[in-house]
């Protein structure tokens, strides 16, 4: 009974809805909801499917540089090479290398000319299994000349200083004294190195505003440390090793360090796109709400127009639940088909961008890493803005619906 109901109700709905009206307005009222919905429905898809682009970017950008695992003290900043079984680390399945890295900040000095860094004391077969010389945009990826400290820094920090490899100047480096209280002197109040600029590595994220590799043993030195170590980074042979390795890392390591796998590295990060993904969202679909609000005024009109035929409809035992049923499916209609069509409007226009490369980033003509906005579709984004679509289509349509009974029927 509730089936033929529903068939009865979208079949004069929908005869309503295609029927040629009285007033020329309420076709136009339609239309507008129509390219109104399909529009704010498009450009959902197409923000959703940038952010998209953007944090797939972002996350390989900063997956080339961070390590697939860091093992870090859970309290204080260093701790004992020998509190962690780092042999036993190394014979798990699935763990291609285990690193050890001392860091943090300190200041330099290249030609008078200073700025703060951090440090990222490695081994040099950190720098060559770790893929530094991909990065690297000038110069050569080595942590020495002939025993001789060397350093590799991130571009901006290269461009701030200004440096220049055919200059002879060394690059000088000051860490606070580790052990030191009278601070009367500043002169003796830290210890200071040099090195000689070797490479230049572009990761294009904020490190390279940051970071600078020298040699671990050199990063002891400065930090007055002997055998400590700041933290572990552990490179797995492949991502299926990741969930169980993640577990038996913290088995092993006990409570008094903390594992963190790559997008924990960056959870700042990461919690701040999705923040503003979901806050561009919310504001696009206030944009769909305002646009569906055009059904309102379209099925009050129409409402009003077919009042004689409700009367007649409810004269041969029509209920006041089938009639309702008829405007909601009329304008749930409505909404639906200019969202579906926006649907397949936005998919079009990111197929497009992603084979063609339309929108460009600036003019195009700066050597950007990627010199257009990337772009990238889920499933989940279609199916989430189509159900955004129906609930708003259903409590627009809903809200004429309410006053059939005083429109058409009085007050009886």
């Known amino acids: 009974m509730k089936n033929n109901s529903f068939k009865t109700a979208s079949f004069i709905g929908l005869r309503y809805l295609f029927s040629k009206k009285k007033h020329n307005i309420i076709n136009l009222i339609s239309i507008i909801s129509m390219v109104g919905i399909m529009v704010s429905s498009a450009a959902l898809i197409i923000v959703l499917s940038v952010f998209n682009g953007m944090e797939n970017f972002v996350r390989q950008s900063f997956n080339s540089f961070n390590s697939d695992f860091q093992i870090v003290k859970k309290e204080g900043k260093s701790f004992s090479v020998d509190s962690i079984p780092l042999d036993e680390l190394r014979q798990l399945e699935g763990v291609e290398a285990v690193y050890e890295v001392v860091g943090d900040w300190a200041l330099i000095t290249y030609e008078k000319r200073q700025q703060l860094v951090a440090i990222k004391g490695v081994s040099d077969q950190y720098i060559q299994k770790r893929g530094i010389d991909t990065l690297l945009i000038d110069g050569e990826a080595i942590l020495s000349y002939d025993s001789v400290p060397a350093v590799i820094l991130g571009a901006s920090v290269a461009g701030m200083i200004q440096l220049n490899f055919r200059s002879p100047a060394p690059v000088e480096i000051y860490y606070p004294k580790r052990n030191l209280k009278n601070l009367s002197n500043p002169a003796t109040a830290f210890n200071k190195g040099r090195l000689i600029p070797s490479g230049v590595f572009a990761s294009y994220t904020e490190y390279d505003a940051q970071y600078i590799f020298i040699p671990i043993a050199f990063a002891r030195e400065m930090m007055d440390y002997e055998n400590e170590l700041t933290s572990v980074e552990i490179q797995v042979k492949d991502e299926k090793y990741y969930s169980e390795l993640s577990d038996k890392f913290t088995k092993i390591i006990g409570n008094q360090h903390i594992v963190k796998n790559k997008y924990q590295q960056e959870e700042l990060l990461y919690k701040t796109m ?35 035929d409700l009367r007649v409809l409810t004269a041969l035992g029509a209920n006041k639940s089938l009639i309702r049923r008829i405007f909601l499916v009329q304008g749930s209609f409505v909404s639906l088909f200019g969202g579906m069509v926006g649907l397949l409007l936005g998919a079009l226009i990111c197929f497009l961008q992603q084979s063609f490369h339309f929108v460009k980033l600036g003019d195009g003509s700066a050597n950007y ?42 007050n009886k």
Not at 280 to 306: C, H, P, Q, W, Y
Not at 385 to 399: D, E, G, N, W
């Open 274 to 308: 999705k923040s503003e993904k979901l806050i561009v969202f919310v504001i696009l679909a206030f944009i769909l709400i305002v646009a569906s609000f055009n059904i309102i005024g379209t099925l009050a009109m129409l409402i009003i127009e077919k009042k004689e």
């Open 369 to 410: 890493l990627m010199n257009y906005y990337p772009v990238e579709m889920h499933a989940s984004d279609f199916i989430i803005v189509f159900i955004t679509i129906l609930i708003i289509s259903i409590l627009t349509s809903y809200i004429p619906i309410r006053q059939i009974k005083k429109l058409v029927l009085g």
